[in-house]
């Protein structure tokens, strides 16, 4: 049975607006762009390439089986950490979730579970999957899943949103976390864990993603008047 501890923080309300996703604060008078949205914005380059690559077609295939790999395994882990039944999904989740079992049970004292968090200073919001602690430390904790471990060197995007949860969720308790842990489980059999304390290079990187989201917004806004 895994402890959770109640902090009682707003669940916001979340919408696409010109195909970026904003949450609308608790006093519903203020909309902040997603996290999510911001990083896919900074990637957009890299995607495209990508997709151009690949090919439309294919692309869309892979986007579509990841994304469906990954909402599932999602909702398994979800429902473990909350002590409930698991949902029945498809054969491939059910294999992820297995090998990701033995690292999950390393979680305990759960902070936030899929819970909204967000930050005026930075003018951004987003759902964080899990704040606990992990091996005995408190951590923003993230959940992949891939067809094998990705290099480092790949996963920037990954502790740069798990960054923007830490600080969050610290201008919201003024509670700290100690470390940004990413755990990836994949189709040839592996569950890697990749922990990064060196917060400080995170959190410059969290407003370079940001300054170039809104700058470049900025930029159109004006080429459009």
């Known amino acids: 049975?895994?402890?959770?501890?109640?902090?009682?923080?707003?669940?916001?309300?979340?919408?696409?607006i010109d195909s970026v996703r904003y949450y609308t604060l608790p006093s519903g008078n203020k909309k902040l762009v997603s996290i999510t949205s911001v990083i896919s914005h900074y990637k957009k380059d890299f995607?495209?390439?990508?997709?151009?690559?690949?090919?439309i077609e294919k692309?869309?295939?892979?986007?579509?089986?990841?994304?469906?790999?990954?909402?599932?395994?999602?909702?398994?882990?979800?429902s473990y950490l909350l002590n409930e039944n698991l949902p029945?999904?498809?054969?491939?989740?059910?294999?992820?979730?297995?090998?990701?079992?033995?690292?999950?049970?390393r979680i305990d004292n759960i902070h936030c579970l899929e819970s909204s968090l967000y930050s005026e200073v930075l003018g951004v919001a987003g759902s964080v999957d899990t704040i606990a602690e992990f091996d005995g430390e408190l951590a923003v904790i993230d959940y992949k899943t891939s067809k094998e471990p990705k290099p480092v060197d790949w996963i920037e995007g990954y502790f740069v949103q798990t960054m923007f949860y830490g600080m969050a969720f610290y201008e919201m308790t003024g509670i700290p976390v100690k470390k940004l842990v990413i755990i990836m489980t994949c189709e040839n059999g592996e569950c890697v864990v990749y922990e990064?304390?060196?917060?400080?290079?995170?959190?410059k990187l969290v407003?370079?993603?940001?300054?170039?989201?809104?700058?470049?917004?900025?930029?159109?806004?004006?080429?459009?008047?």
């Open 1 to 16: 049975m895994f402890k959770h501890i109640d902090l009682n923080l707003p669940k916001l309300e979340r919408e696409l």
């Open 47 to 55: 995607f495209d390439n990508w997709r151009k690559k690949v090919g």
């Open 196 to 203: 990064e304390r060196d917060l400080k290079k995170y959190m």
């Open 207 to 225: 407003v370079k993603y940001i300054e170039k989201f809104v700058n470049d917004k900025l930029e159109l806004m004006s080429v459009k008047n």
């Open 88 to 105: 029945s999904v498809q054969p491939i989740s059910e294999y992820l979730f297995k090998i990701a079992k033995p690292t999950i049970n």
């Open 59 to 78: 692309a869309n295939k892979i986007t579509k089986k990841a994304t469906s790999r990954g909402t599932d395994t999602h909702s398994l882990i979800e």
